[in-house]
């Protein structure tokens, strides 16, 4: 297994809601850094950091991990991926996760998981992760990432809208109670389990395992309808017909970091560790 799939960490310098995040203290260490050694311990042949910024690679390699400069005119972390993989010289079949920089919580169990989903089904050509969502608050958040799966297990649809749409159990609901707070106990919308006749709420892992020839595909296509739509990139392949294998998630995965706030909570759990 050792050397059956690669992890590209791609981290960006320059971001909006949290300036110089990858090299944001995490329990000691640059939140890149970490998010590294989680890759490096999720059984992978190689893990490459791929960044835009020169200090990035700096504190990288001076941790021990390999680190990639890519261009700086990327629309995604996706691109940055496959420039990695192109400048190596990675086969066609390779398998590459794609471990975003700022998840410095990821657990590796997870990140093997999800390479594992292409590697022992050779008609998968990517796959992701979810999670159950029990607080009705992250129901409605658009922030949160929703997915809807079929029997086969591959993506239906990605949405930051509460999908799928419980229409009598919502109804039933008073207004409020749409935006914040637990599911409820007791009442339409349980708190466990499924809504009937739907299934449960599941809420997306940004994770993502590629064969490289549909992650080189992914990149050339323009962003599609749906994409532009909902602003989530995964969109493309379904809009291009490419499915996505989605599996729950092995492990509990923390929200990852976007704000100062997401840092403090970060940092707080670390300190209870």
């Known amino acids: 297994m050792s050397d059956a799939f690669k992890v590209v960490v791609p981290a960006r310098y320059a971001s909006t809601r949290l300036p110089g995040k990858p090299l944001a203290d995490v329990g000691g260490m640059p939140m890149v850094v970490r998010v590294a050694a989680r890759a490096a311990e999720s059984g992978c042949g190689d893990v490459v950091v791929a960044t835009d910024d020169e200090r990035v690679r700096q504190a990288v390699e001076d941790a021990g991990f390999r680190a990639r400069m890519t261009r700086t005119d990327h629309r995604s972390g996706s691109d940055r991926v496959m420039e990695v993989a192109e400048a190596l010289g990675w086969p066609d079949d390779a398998v590459v996760v794609n471990v975003q920089g700022d998840e410095p919580l990821i657990p590796p169990e997870v990140i ?14 990517v796959a992701t992760l979810s999670c159950p969502i029990h607080d009705l608050a992250e129901v409605f958040d658009p922030n949160v990432v929703k997915v809807v799966s079929g029997a086969d297990g591959f993506a239906l649809y990605f949405s930051r809208a509460p999908i799928p749409y419980a229409r009598d159990a919502f109804a039933a609901l008073p207004a409020g109670e749409r935006q914040a707070g637990p599911v409820p106990q007791h009442g339409p919308v349980p708190q466990h389990g499924p809504v009937p006749g739907l299934g449960p709420w599941q809420r997306h892992v940004g994770i993502y395992a590629y064969r490289l020839a549909a992650l080189r595909e992914f990149v050339a296509a323009p962003p599609g309808r749906l994409e532009v739509l909902e602003s989530l990139e995964q969109l493309r392949l379904l809009e291009a017909g490419v499915r996505i294998r989605v599996a729950a998630a092995a492990a509990d995965v923390p929200a990852g970091v976007d704000t100062p706030a997401d840092l403090d909570r970060v940092r707080q759990r670390l300190e209870r560790a």
């Open 112 to 125: 093997r998981q999800v390479a594992e989903l292409l590697l022992y089904d050779p008609d998968a050509r």
